[in-house]
């Protein structure tokens, strides 16, 4: 229901989930705002997709927002829809080309699906196509200020942001313009990334800008004042229990030694042979020399894979210089004149950083291709180097390294020590689609497949990748899956923590944000065990210098480092990158990986537990006022099954866990069957119809003993569809004599508190704004005593009434008909008097049309003060940035401008925004003071009757 009350927190008890208190810190922050604007910074696996649903949700329920859209990551477009579906009970729909086809065909065929469906999710690479594009064009105007939509839900929002500058400054990529245009058309927004700075200030606060051009600017330090407002950002290190002990478990990392041959090595020092003699042939070529490292720190992230994708890039390589062995040995190196250009190859580890599998595996393709010509055509020398390494990577086509017999030992161990397996689960990620096909056919042969072996990849379909996820989430009682072998399609927003703490990095990619990720889908909220996160490194590394093992040795640093990060990696990223790639070629002998970084680029809240007390003091008053029980939910559905002449719920044994208060939900029919929706489970076993799970109205009922939420059960909140339809149903019946429900009704009680017989009338009290927009909606009550022989007393004491109505109405018991008889003849009499009390219970002195006046003035005269102080701030910010004068000279001095010119032209564009941002300001500012004024304008109040309740002594109702 709407309020004017800011505190209550409504979407909790719309979630199945079990929400955490410092969950709840977004959306009681985006209550209090007159616009949300909140960028989720949250460490990865605290549950940001909960906290938006909440922040959803709640705009929802207090008619803040109607129409909301969602972008995210490709792979992650069907979790979303589950998840709000399941969750929340919001129907999401995803926009794509199929669903353009059939809107087309229900609608007609000018119909638009962001104007059908008010709920919407589209994946950021069908949004960046022109057809999505033209789409988007049609209901967003350009010139007009008006917000034709309400919420924008940006997941991974970091991908939005410019990229790290390889020079000065950064520059918006297509990505940063395309969501910088479609921003401004949503009055509130959420943004969630757990890393949301790269360490280069322009290219957060473009992310900021974007987030709330009314705080921040591009390439303007922003205030920090400003950033502690809008930034939530909690590390898992600051996140406790009420005892004070830490709710995530700290992660173990550990090294898997492996012994190299001989042979293994001497294919190191091939490529390292191959690397040395091509630059000594294009020393004199900056831009050949660049392509020549590029291609050698290709060719060594592949040899540190797999032996396949090593093979597969020296084809390509073989290809694309000449491997047919005409090259002559006498090929001329590239001119020193052809150094112009090439700024690809500066853009490619930012732009290929983003992508896994496949996208990757054709992107560094692509990149040797267009390098291959670059360095001029190979000498027989690096064409025979070449050819003896492919040949040693054939011979290993269908045959363990040693890294893959260590894997294989590992898993083994863990998965199946012995003839049979164990409960044990085990997620082995890599970075190349062929590392992982190889990979399974090695696993094959070692029986570690079959129905134990899991498989996921970029190219699984949405509907696939979820079967996988849900698969890997059941007990192992339940489903046989014990090993995933997944490539970084799975890093991002797939959870794997229920039943599986075991994470081993088969490759170590060059970008620290992967391995983040990958070790994020255990280590989250939910883990009930240590994350245990294990590398590959070479035995005795040690003892051998500039070797393959001290290469291996110094990614595994990288890794133990990330692991144990406990800064903003989105801050020493690109560091860490440089350093990797540098060592790599052997610009550099070493580098202290340990000491990376060092300082938070977004400040971490530290005093979370203070917060939480909070939040959950809110909670706890909610649960009072609102009397959200489950015997309370539950009394509802039985209500409304039994008027709608459905069959009862009925109790479930649970023979798992002996779970007590689950329900079994019967057969519905008619309108009521998506009552049901969502369950069924999702997975069956031997091609068996799915069973149907019971429901449960007490979140404390859906955790199994070690406190996980249980898979097999649904909490039905008041989200649920079952919940939903049943609320609905008894609303309606309120003005509907024909569906059934009486209004009126009466019971016996032997309550202390009773004086006489009392009764209660129960109204619904709404309150709606200038703009049409509902500001307040609540269930009243208000009565009084009516003794036998005597005049009806009002009692103002709402504690008291409220109290026996609520004892009345749980724990009495019918009355008898001569009593309800009695009862009817005195109505008559006392009728007008009881709504008397509904009219002092409203207009009385201090009731409640006094108290929500002051409260809404109130809560408008807030907006309108931070609106205010917002933009007073800002413009403050934008003045003294710009009272510095024009300091292109100084910033781009360093380097030749011919070398930047993009890069200068994007800061002159920033000054000139700033500049006009500055002119619009008090235009802006008058704008949304009259958007607020206009919502708490000339309040009209309407009130409709519910029920009448008689609450009738026991020593009255016996005489």
Known sequence: MTSADVKTLQAPFRSGVAVEDYQLEPVARALDAPRVNLLLADDVGLGKTIEAGLVAQELLLRHRARRIMIVCPAGLTLKWRDEMAEKFGLDFTIVDTERCAIVRRTHGSAANPFEVHPLTIVSLPWLRGVKAQRLLDEVLDPRSPERRFDLLILDEAHHAAPAAPKQVYAVDSQQTKLIRRLAPHFTHRLFLSATPHNGYQASFTALLEILDDQRFARGVDPDPAAVKETVIRRLKRHIVNPDGTKKFLDRTTGAIPVVYPADEREIHDLLKEFAKVRRARLNKSVKGRKAADLVTLLLKKRLFSSPSAFGRTLDVYLDTVGGSGAAAQTAPAVSPADDEGEDWMDEFWEESGTLDDEPLAEAEDDAIGLAGPLQGAATQDEITLLKRMRAWARDYEAAPDAKARELITYLKGVCRPGEHWTDERVVVF???????????????????????????????????????????????????????????????????????????????????????????????????????????????????????????????????????????????????????????????????????GGRETVPAETEVGEQVRRLRANLDDTVAELGITPANVKRVVDTALELARQQPLTPHLDEKHLAEGLYSVPPLTGSWERAGAGLLEKLTKDGKPPRQRPVTFDPAARLDPEGRVRDDVVLAHLGHPLVAMSTRLLRAAVSNSEIGLHRVTAVVSDDPALETTLVGAFFRYVLVGGDGVRLHEEVLYAGGWVPENGRFRRLENLGQLGGILGRGLTEGTPASAPVRQRLAAAWPGVSDAVKQSIDWRIDGKDQKRDQLARKLVQRKEAEKKRIIENLDRFETTLRAKLAEGDGADALFSRIELTKVGEELEQYRRDRRSWESRLSRLKEERDREIEVIEARYRDPQAHRFPVAVVFVVPKREATR
């Open 430 to 596: 890599t970075e190349y689609r062929d590392t992982q096909k190889w990979l399974e056919n090695l696993l094959l042969q070692e029986d570690l497949a079959g129905e134990r072996l899991e498989i996921l990849h970029g190219g699984i379909a949405a509907d696939e990748r979820e079967r996988l996820r849900v698969a890997f989430q059941q007990d192992p009682g339940e489903h046989p899956v014990r090993i995933l072998l997944a490539t970084d399609a799975a890093s991002e927003g797939i959870d794997l923590q229920n039943h599986c703490h075991r994470l081993i990095n088969y490759d170590i990619p060059f970008n620290p944000n992967k391995l983040e990720q990958r070790i994020g889908r255990i280590d989250r909220w939910g883990q009930k065990h240590t994350p245990d996160i294990r590398h590959f490194v070479g035995a005795g590394w040690d003892k051998r210098v500039d070797s393959y093992e001290a290469d291996l040795e110094f990614l595994s640093r990288v890794a133990t480092k990330v692991a144990r990060m406990e800064e903003d990696l989105g801050s020493v990223n690109a560091v860490i990158v440089r350093a990797v790639q540098g060592r790599m070629l052997g610009d550099i002998a070493d580098y202290d990986v340990e000491h990376a």
